[in-house]
């Protein structure tokens, strides 16, 4: 089965309702029909808390929390391998350090990353990505 790593920023258009929701959606429904697996580093999983909270509330930040653990999504921890490769995008790359956790959670899992953020043209080169518009 195909592994995936879903962006903060596609899960975001996916809650926003943005041009890219629906083919967010669209990949959200294969993983729950188990047509690939959906990771998303726990880094970026923050974005989404932060981004939703500074926003529009806590409270709103709490409830995506809920949605997002009821979706076909797991959510990947930050050992000592994740940390040290997002360490070293960071060192070499101009990305910011929490989209340094997705690119490596990616290269990592040799998962193809779905985003539409332009940053990661910086590791377009070592890592597979399904770009959103």
């Given at each position: 089965?195909?592994?995936?790593?879903?962006?903060?920023?596609a899960?975001?258009?996916?809650f926003e309702?943005?041009?890219?929701?629906?083919?967010?959606e669209?990949i959200?429904?294969?993983?729950?029909?188990e047509?690939h697996?959906?990771?998303?580093?726990?880094?970026?999983?923050?974005?989404?808390?932060?981004?939703?909270m500074?926003?529009v509330?806590?409270?709103?930040?709490?409830?995506?929390?809920?949605?997002?653990?009821?979706?076909?999504?797991?959510?990947?921890?930050?050992?000592?391998?994740?940390?040290?490769?997002?360490?070293?995008?960071?060192?070499?790359?101009r990305?910011?350090?929490?989209?340094?956790?997705?690119a490596?959670?990616?290269?990592?899992k040799?998962?193809?990353?779905?985003?539409?953020d332009p940053?990661?043209?910086?590791?377009?080169?070592?890592?597979?990505?399904?770009?959103?518009?």
């Amino acid at each position: 089965m195909a592994t995936k790593v879903l962006d903060s920023w596609a899960l975001i258009a996916f809650f926003e309702d943005e041009p890219a929701a629906e083919a967010v959606e669209k990949i959200l429904e294969q993983a729950a029909a188990e047509k690939h697996k959906l990771l998303m580093s726990v880094v970026n999983w923050g974005e989404v808390y932060y981004n939703t909270m500074r926003e529009v509330s806590e409270a709103a930040a709490e409830q995506k929390l809920r949605e997002i653990a009821a979706m076909p999504i797991e959510i990947v921890g930050a050992d000592l391998h994740l940390t040290k490769l997002a360490a070293h995008y960071k060192a070499t790359k101009r990305m910011s350090y929490a989209d340094c956790f997705g690119a490596a959670l990616a290269k990592i899992k040799n998962a193809e990353f779905v985003t539409g953020d332009p940053e990661f043209k910086e590791v377009e080169k070592e890592i597979k990505i399904h770009w959103l518009k």
